[in-house]
């Protein structure tokens, strides 16, 4: 399968089996935007529920918060975004299609000249380089384009910005978090909440949006620590957490981001990159901020953001270790990692293999027709086991094709109601992965049911 087909299957199965829809489809969408059907919110909140169990309830270390997205202005000034967190834009006269021009340089010359907007000017001009839509040659001067997405507060003079990442949030709470927890360092906060960026291109699929989820965690450190160590255990949780997601080993790299093209905050960044099929990309990132946020916050709003170590007697502005987490590349991978075709008796066979913590259905009751007793017979069943887990119940179509589309939206056990079991008060429960068929008591159908899935 080529990859371009693969993304194809992928963004095909996503609509078709109710996981993700173009946004506003029936007023022509709208810029690349997505809406998350039934399977996919469930797909994702269960993702979520797993990374917020993993690194807030499961760890002494660590507490969650969720802050507005709307934050005091004055925050994206301490932060930089402001100011920096732009994208260096150009537009072609001609056919008025705008491009990112350190994208366009670098495709044409092999040269990364990303934060030089004259240089990249003069290299247009100079280089010829041709518009990739139209063909002409008459570019506009390379200009900053800043990424935040501005609207307005009744009662705020000026403009307010929609966040931009969650971590300014943290920030701003991480005073209230020492006056209020018995939090001591090293400690994190984690958030997890929609970020905005205005993207010039949003492409790939959920892979760049301008609205997106983030899993962030902020995890403070005395400056003195062995900052490396901290960082290289983060950076194994981060891989643990991508294999809990069903994602190969093989598909992951670090791309460790050069010295010299570092953001303005950080002394090491590295990204946890899967191995998509447009390409490695960045699936999670980790950054060494030093005390760069605090000691910028305390700055512009004149508070004490310190910490006073009980044991040494010494106040400090902690230093932070960020790692981020994007939650709709996430939900990509964690598709991609568990699309398989097989050739089962002469016919194709679409499974989602996804782990089962993460499926958005764990079990799906079928009675093998619509013959009343049968029904009745199944909706007990389901009532019975509803409390416990999601489930799905379908009477629609022939089995085959009723075990087709549950393998397709990854649900792990069919639990098929037939003619005997209306004598034995048994049912056949099937295995998505190696379809074999268990016969189980309904009694017992609530504990099998658990320990398969747990
Ligand atoms: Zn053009």
Request: hydrophobic share 40%; with cysteine; charged share 35%.
């Amino acid at each position: 399968m080529t990859e371009k087909k693969i993304m194809e299957k992928i963004v095909s199965l996503a609509r078709r089996r109710g996981f993700i829809f173009p946004a506003c489809e029936i007023y022509g969408g709208l810029a690349n935007a997505y809406s998350f059907g039934p399977y996919g919110t469930e797909l994702k909140n269960n993702i979520k529920r797993l990374w917020w169990k993993m690194f807030v309830e499961d760890r002494e270390d660590m507490v969650g918060i969720d802050g507005p997205i709307i934050l005091h202005p004055k925050v994206w000034e301490a932060s930089g975004h402001l100011e920096n967190f732009n994208d260096a834009l150009v537009d072609c006269r001609k056919c008025k299609n705008r491009f990112r021009a350190d994208h366009l340089v670098e495709k044409e010359t092999g040269r990364d000249m990303e934060g030089k907007l004259e240089a990249m000017s003069e290299v247009l001009e100079r280089e010829k380089i041709k518009c990739p839509k139209c063909g002409a040659h008459d570019w506009t001067r390379v200009r900053d384009f800043n990424l935040m997405f501005k609207t307005e507060m009744n009662g705020i003079r000026g403009p307010v910005y929609l966040r931009g990442e969650t971590a300014g949030a943290i920030f701003c709470d991480f005073k209230n978090i020492l006056d209020s927890m018995r939090v001591k360092i090293p400690f994190g906060i984690a958030q997890i909440g929609k970020v905005f960026r205005n993207e010039i291109m949003a492409r790939n699929f959920i892979f760049r949006l301008r609205e997106f989820e983030q899993m962030e965690i902020e995890y403070f450190i005395n400056p003195k620590a062995d900052w490396e160590k901290v960082f290289d255990k983060w950076l194994k949780l981060q891989r643990e957490f991508a294999l809990r997601l069903g994602v190969k080993e093989k598909d992951l790299r670090h791309f460790e981001h050069p010295k010299a093209k570092l953001s303005h905050y950080s002394k090491k960044t590295v990204d946890i990159e899967y191995h998509f099929p447009f390409g490695f990309k960045e699936l999670f990132g980790l950054a060494y901020r030093t005390d760069f946020d605090l000691a910028q916050h305390a700055r512009v709003s004149g508070a004490e953001l310190k910490y006073f170590d009980q044991e040494s007697g010494q106040k400090f502005i902690p230093h932070v270790i960020e790692p981020t987490f994007g939650l709709e590349r996430s939900v990509l991978a964690a598709i991609l990692a568990a699309y398989s075709e097989e050739k089962v008796k002469g016919e194709t066979r679409v499974v989602l293999s996804l782990p089962k913590d993460v499926a958005p259905v764990k079990a799906a009751i079928l009675p093998l027709s619509k013959k009343p007793e049968l029904i009745n017979l199944a909706k007990e069943v389901l009532g019975d086991l509803k409390q416990s887990f999601v489930l799905e119940y379908d009477e629609t179509q022939s089995i085959g094709k009723r075990y087709r589309r549950q393998d397709e939206i990854g649900t792990p056990y069919c639990v098929t109601i037939d003619f005997d079991s209306l004598k034995d008060k048994a049912v056949t429960v099937r295995d998505r992965d190696t379809m074999k068929q268990d016969r189980v008591k309904i009694q017992e159908l609530k504990k099998y049911l658990r320990e398969k899935l747990s």
